[in-house]
């Protein structure tokens, strides 16, 4: 029987659950039903209870958040954990420790330790081809944005110069799926931390209904959000150019729903570094159609890795904290 350390850094997001091992990065539909989807099947067990589960749809949290939604939400990334871990090719059957660093959506010593608490958890993880148990050492619980501080190079939205972000003041915007999440580091300490819950998902409602009155008929947001990942996609949305609607769509998205977040990310360029990353970041003419240049605009660069924007933070969480970790032991 197989057993092996692990370490891990985990991003769950809306959109997507983004994790990176020592055999490189993968990524999965998020947001975990019950329904449908029977391919894509996990059963975990935690505690003796016993959970089938199947993952490929989006959700947006409520901008009220509660006790309730928290645990909820703690409850929720165990099981993108779960599917984090499936994607695992170092997983097969046996017996795991994973060392993990987790991406929280929330601020708060109260919020970590509820997230550490529910990771840590023992839990039994079984699709077709695994069933492994795994024991979990969280190592730390993280605030959106810590990552991408420490992530490599960053160059300007003219796409020149080079820039380190690890000292001085930095913001970073993140255009997730669900919500866009600003950050202020000062020298690598959290400042301050906001959420607008206008993300790609936001987009993708608005060019669903744009479709829906030009081409009459109903567009699942789902299948739009799919779409907009290419140029060649959205000109066969299920038969119907989605390109113009697209278009259109992005201007009320940037002059309605991110207005306040655009507003504040020009007012901040005129006195520090704002970094723009995401999956957001990757859809076609979104740096162009969404952002005026800035000379104090960035976002991550890795000439030779077109997706490095959306996988920056968690390769930031992995390389500044497990890898060093790692190392020392």
Known sequence: MTTADIYLGFDPGNGETKVLSGTGRYSAPSVVTEAGMSANTI?????ERTETFCYGYVSRESSVQTVASRRGKAEQIQKLYAIGLSLLPEITAGEYVVHLVCSSPYHGSADRE???????KELVLQTSTQRAKVKTNVLAVEQEGWGLVRATSFKTSAGSAIKQMNRGGVKIIELGCGTVNTSFYVDGSLIDFKTDHHGVWSLAEIVAMLAKSEYR??????????????????KNCDGYDLTASYKKAVGMWRDRGLAAVLSDALQSAESCPVVWAGGGMLLPGLGKGLLKKHKNFYCPDRASDPEFAKYAHVEGMYNAAIRDIARAA
């Open 43 to 47: 059963t975990l067990t935690s505690q």
């Open 114 to 120: 509820l997230f550490t608490r529910e990771l840590s």
């Open 217 to 234: 008929t109903t567009f699942e947001v789902y299948e739009v959000l799919q779409a907009m990942r290419s140029p060649r996609s959205m």
